[in-house]
């Protein structure tokens, strides 16, 4: 007689749903059933009723069917609380045989099973018949995979499916135990698993069953045979004649290679994050990156799937990036496969985020394609998310302009009228019009025009620093913008947004137009108190008030305009907020800019040497470690010494100190080298070349100021107002950053 085994079907709770309602579950052994039956009889009350009876669709077993109908009664015998719920219990009869007595065993089954009632043992032995005589199909297992895998691929299913232990259970024993069997099994079983790995809600049924390594072992075993299959192929390629048997042979070799490989062109896998390390030791990425050699759009969607959720981890991002993946993916941009479209672009997307990677997409060539993909609306956003990470590199700014990105960023823009301007549209916008010729083909025909018509009818500031990118630009760009220089300077008002007004000054500050009267417009908008009153520390945000600085800057280029300035106040408020900002290179440039502007011309020029203290300062940051600062002050410092006497002997005198100190402390450190006497390792004593100044300076080594600023003479640093600014080393206008980098220029990060 066989040994029945009974186990309870349904998927374990959790723990609270016990000691809360512990009367509405039905316990896995009916031992403990009977127990709790008798020590709650008096508070519970419980009613089992028998459901349909059927064969497990895999296993030798029963499929009990049942409904319990429970309840917890009041102290006066009332219902005070009631619940239905169902469940299955599995009757497993693994030693059901054909020469087991079906009768015999169908009535131990019923007398061990309560759930079944006495009248139903002729259907129980018309089952455990049916079961003595089925046999296990691959046909039937595959249809029945097939089957629960259409139920897999709606995620509404899955909460479901995963209370079917026994099913999960029957489908990974098979992959585990026949997966060498059948190639299309054991692909279904892993799309299987592979639909629950997409929600982290269902990755402990992943790992429980252990299928990211049964897949690893599939994926292993079936490259490995490709390789042996494409090996054979090419030895009979080359040993076959034109003519005769051997390329017969050939043409039948042809085609077996090429069903085998229609078979085992459906091999994925699955795991968890648990699992990543694992999986990384045994080279899962080179794997899967190996597959994507294939045609078959099915197999491609999985390892792109795969590999799309792997790349999130940076040690799989850079297995990918030695593997040449993006080579490999470029490939399949664009493909009339939808959903493998969207998984490559989205893959692409994560590998963007690596500035190597990017460099990789612009090589293969996916620059104009991911442009051309910006019409589909299906794969517009994403594409348009791969172009920002692009277009991020200034390497790459220029690049766009062999490609339609231009005109159809500024098509978006028209269209989008009054609605509001999407994110990843936008940001590609402001990191292009960083780039001069990109500026030139957003300013073509009105492409300005439209682009200020609207930033100022929508107060948009994301579409003002578009502009204000644009307006740094030299060239045919900049004199456009005279047209719109009183409707930016009507936005500088205090009652205005700081954001706003930040983006409209800017651009303001870009417009270094020597046509310009800045005079003019100061005064018919009334910016002076405005300008005056943000030099105040802590007046506005650190941003705002740096770009007031290089607004001054700007104007003061203007003789009348300098004057202007000079008169209001502005140049105490300038060394106040230097004393304020002193640890900020960028401040102290601008601000020191504004100080030469000052001098350089001769209305201003007294003001700054005789009322201020400004000398002083640029005395003390005459060696300034930064490169920019010293550049400007030293230029500031030249005009100031050469039209007052006064402060050219103490800036001549500073400059002799400090370097006679550098001498001083080479001479020093020399001296002190008592192991190393000769700068050249040989016989001749060439110390004379960096300790002699061939009669010129005195043999104790001193020199006098008059000599150090006679030097300077010879060595071309004329002190010349209209040399002060060596045109080869510095652009005209305004300095560079004190950063190396405009501020105007920095790609636009907002996007997330």
């Excluded at 694992?278 to 190996?290: Q, Y």
């Excluded at 040989?682 to 150090?708: C, K, M, Q």
Aim: charged share 25%; proline share 3%; with cysteine.
């Amino acid at each position: 007689m066989s040994v029945v085994n009974t186990s309870d079907y349904r998927n374990s709770y959790p723990t609270h749903y016990f000691l809360q309602f512990p009367c509405l579950f039905i316990a896995r052994d009916q031992k403990y059933l009977m127990k709790n039956n008798n020590n709650k009889k008096k508070k519970k009350q419980k009613h089992l009723t028998a459901g349909s009876l059927d064969v497990h669709p895999t296993e030798k077993a029963l499929v009990v069917h049942y409904e319990v109908e429970a309840s917890i009664l009041g102290e006066g015998g009332g219902q005070m609380l009631g619940e239905r719920k169902e469940g299955q219990k599995i009757i497993r009869v693994k030693s059901l045989s054909p020469s087991t007595d079906v009768g015999a065993l169908a009535k131990k089954v019923v007398e061990e099973c309560k759930l079944i009632p006495a009248s139903r043992l002729p259907q129980v032995e018309q089952l455990l018949y049916y079961l003595q005589n089925r046999k296990s199909s691959p046909l039937s297992l595959f249809i029945g995979s097939a089957l629960i895998l259409q139920l897999a691929r709606n995620p509404d299913n899955l909460e479901e499916l995963l209370h079917n232990e026994a099913a999960l259970g029957a489908l990974a024993r098979v992959l585990r135990e026949d997966w060498k069997q059948s190639v299309e099994l054991a692909t279904i079983i892993i799309y299987i698993f592979f639909c629950f790995s997409s929600f982290s809600q269902f990755h402990g049924v992943v790992s429980h069953y252990k299928i990211g390594a049964l897949c690893m072992s599939v994926v292993e075993h079936e490259l490995k045979r490709h390789d042996v299959w494409r090996e054979e192929l090419r030895k009979k390629n080359k040993s076959a004649p034109e003519n005769g048997s051997l390329r017969r042979d050939q043409d039948k070799a042809m085609r077996k290679y090429q069903g085998l490989l229609a078979k085992q062109e459906q091999e994925e896998t699955t795991s968890d994050t648990r699992t990543e390390l694992k999986m990384r030791n045994k080279n899962i990425v080179g794997l899967l990156v190996k597959v994507l050699e294939r045609d078959d759009d099915e197999l491609l969607v999985l390892v792109v799937s795969f590999l799309k959720k792997l790349s999130i981890f940076l040690e799989n991002k850079n297995d990918m990036a030695e593997m040449d993946t993006v080579e490999r993916l470029a490939r399949l941009v664009p493909c009339d496969h939808d959903d493998l479209m969207n998984l490559t672009l989205r893959l692409l997307l994560n590998l963007s985020f690596d500035s190597g990677l990017r460099a990789k997409m612009v090589e293969v060539g996916l620059l104009p394609k991911l442009t051309a993909l910006m019409g589909d609306e299906n794969h517009r956003q994403v594409a348009m998310r791969i172009l920002y990470h692009i277009s991020i590199d200034d390497r790459f700014k220029a690049m766009f302009v062999y490609t339609d990105c231009i005109p159809q960023l500024m098509h978006m823009l028209y269209e989008h009228g009054e609605e509001d301007i999407e994110t990843e549209l936008i940001s590609i916008c402001i990191n292009l019009a960083a780039n001069k010729r990109n500026a030139q083909l957003m300013c073509e025909g009105n492409g300005l025009k439209m682009l200020m018509k609207r930033a100022l009818k929508m107060k948009d500031c994301l579409l003002m620093k578009m502009i204000r990118n644009i307006s740094q630009h030299d060239g045919p760009t900049k004199p456009i913008f005279i047209d719109y220089v009183g409707d930016l300077a009507a936005e500088i008002r205090a009652e205005e947004e700081e954001e706003w007004v930040l983006e409209c000054l800017g651009t303001l500050a870009n417009l270094t137009i020597p046509d310009l009267d800045w005079e003019l417009v100061l005064k018919e908008y009334n910016l002076v108190p405005y300008l005056k009153d943000r030099l105040k520390p802590g007046s506005a945000e650190d941003d705002l008030i740096l770009e007031v600085v290089i607004m001054i800057g700007t104007v003061s280029m203007d003789d009348a305009c300098a004057a202007m300035l000079a008169k209001s106040g502005i140049i105490p408020a300038l060394i106040e907020l230097l004393n304020a900002q002193q640890e900020d290179d960028e401040f102290v440039c601008q601000i020191v800019y504004v100080f030469y502007q000052m001098v350089f011309h001769q209305a201003t020029r007294d003001v700054i040497i005789k009322d201020t203290q400004a000398p002083a300062y640029l005395i003390d940051l005459m060696h300034d470690k930064n490169t920019e600062i010293r550049k400007v002050c030293d230029n500031t410092l030249d005009i100031i010494a050469e039209y007052d006497e006064e402060w050219g002997r103490k800036i001549q005198s500073e400059k002799f100190r400090f370097h006679n100190n550098q001498w001083l402390e080479m001479v020093e450190s020399r001296q002190a080298d008592d192991s190393e006497p000769y700068l050249y390792d040989n016989d001749n004593d060439r110390t004379d070349l960096f300790y002699s100044a061939d009669g010129i300076t005195p043999a104790d080594g001193s020199v006098s100021p008059d000599f150090f600023g006679d030097l300077q003479a010879q060595n071309g640093d004329s002190h010349h107002v209209g040399d002060v600014f060596d045109q080869t080393s510095s652009s005209p206008g305004r300095p560079a950053t004190a950063y190396g980098f405009r501020p105007d220029e920095q790609p636009f990060y907002q996007y997330t």
